[in-house]
């Protein structure tokens, strides 16, 4: 039977969130339905209310989320009531020609649930945020975007996963295949820049370079990893770079902001025949300029990095693993955990700066 949440939903541009309560069905084939026990929240919830992502409004935001899976539809076979998962924005299909050529993290068919979230009461139907939309007690999404994990990791540690700091660590493991011994530099040091950071740190990076405007964002990268921190606002950043690694540039640079010149730091601080990572998300109006014969002359790949190029049933075990050993200290992305009603003022925090992570915990 249908069910009734209080979930965070955006009504239109710009208008504040409000607490509503939503209306979720029963699974359809391939769904399930999960009990949301944490939920981060994103940049990307923010950018959903200020109508930057498209004009589906309402939205029902929240997206970085872990809980259990309560039930389940028709032909589900990878999870079942009880497994605490974590949910994903981009359930592989299988069959398109990314997925049926061996590379699934690229998957250009990916899929969300087959039925729709509404607002109670009138019926409105809700646009989930990324096809999840788990600022809210219950969420439906497809069972391919549930990866079951070990359920002993706090669910606010776990849900991160899901979006941002996998982002940052994927761009360093996955698209920028850090080895052991490679020098890197990452340029924005949020979270997804922190995260980066300690991506590389588990790759066995021998210098990694903190890049960032805000010397208290140094100050966090360091604790994240960092072996050196260089403030763009006071010293060039590609200077710096080249100096901190004998002249010549880093193997890998990671840009984590999505602004034009930070893109063109990123390609000029990196090492001949290095990689530049972009996992920093542009906007529409934004156009970069470099000189082509630099483009061919410097070498090397020049990357984008979808959500880390991350495979969820390959990463978010492994990564979880890591964490319970030790080795990758997830818990450090989050600020500070609030309530559903919260939401609002943590996107205030976000746009100041003063947080990695709010994580919503039910
Ligand atoms: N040079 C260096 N650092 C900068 C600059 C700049 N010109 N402008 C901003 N920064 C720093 C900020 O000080 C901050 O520490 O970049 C960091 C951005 O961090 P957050 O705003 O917390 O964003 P985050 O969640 O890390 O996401 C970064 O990745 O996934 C995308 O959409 C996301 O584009 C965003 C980027
Ligand atoms: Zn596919
Ligand atoms: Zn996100």
């Known amino acids: 039977m249908a069910q009734q949440v209080r979930g965070v939903v955006a009504p239109g541009k710009n208008e504040p969130v409000r607490v509503e309560t939503v209306t979720v069905p029963d699974p359809g084939p391939g769904d399930a339905v999960v009990q949301v026990q944490a939920c981060g929240v994103c940049h990307t919830d923010l950018h959903y209310k200020q109508g930057g992502i498209n004009d589906d409004f309402p939205f029902l935001l929240g997206h970085e989320a872990a809980?259990?899976?309560?039930?389940?539809?028709?032909?589900?076979?990878?999870?079942?009531?009880?497994?605490?998962v974590i949910l994903n924005w981009r359930a592989v299909c299988?069959?398109?020609r990314a997925c049926s050529r061996g590379r699934p993290w690229y998957c250009f068919d990916t899929h969300n649930a087959s039925r729709q979230m509404t607002l109670a009461g009138s019926g409105t139907p809700l646009s989930p945020a990324l096809g999840i939309g788990a600022f809210a007690e219950k969420t439906l999404v497809a069972a391919g975007q549930c990866t079951k994990v070990d359920p002993e990791v706090s669910p606010a540690v776990a849900g991160l996963l899901g979006c941002g700091v996998m982002a940052g660590i994927g761009a360093a493991i996955n698209t920028?295949?850090?080895?052991?011994?490679?020098?890197?530099?990452?340029?924005?040091?949020?979270?997804?820049g922190d995260a980066a950071?300690?991506?590389a740190r588990l790759a066995g990076a021998s210098r990694i370079i903190a890049v960032d405007i805000e010397d208290r964002k140094l100050a966090l990268a360091e604790s994240m990893g960092a072996t050196h921190t260089v403030n763009s606002r006071t010293s060039d950043p590609v200077?710096?770079?080249?100096?901190?690694?004998?002249?010549f540039g880093a193997d890998v640079v990671i840009e984590a902001v999505g602004r034009p010149e930070t893109y063109e730091q990123a390609f000029y601080a990196r090492d001949l025949a290095g990689t530049v990572v972009l996992v920093g998300v542009p906007t529409?109006?934004?156009r970069l300029e470099l000189p082509l014969l630099d483009v061919f002359g410097r070498g090397g790949s020049l990357k984008s990095s979808w959500y880390g190029d991350c495979l969820p049933s390959r990463d978010f075990p492994m990564l979880i693993d890591l964490h319970q050993q030790g080795r990758l200290d997830l818990a450090k992305f989050v600020t500070e955990r609030v309530a559903l009603d919260d939401v609002e003022e943590a996107f205030s925090r976000m746009e100041a700066g003063d947080v990695l992570r709010s994580v919503v915990v039910f």
């Open 176 to 192: 920028g295949a850090v080895g052991r011994g490679d020098t890197v530099a990452v340029i924005g040091c949020g979270g997804v």
């Open 284 to 286: 529409p109006e934004m």
């Open 197 to 199: 950071i300690a991506g």
């Open 239 to 247: 200077e710096a770079v080249r100096e901190l690694t004998g002249g």
């Open 67 to 84: 809980g259990v899976v309560e039930s389940v539809g028709e032909n589900v076979t990878e999870v079942e009531p009880g497994d605490f």
């Open 94 to 96: 299988g069959q398109c």
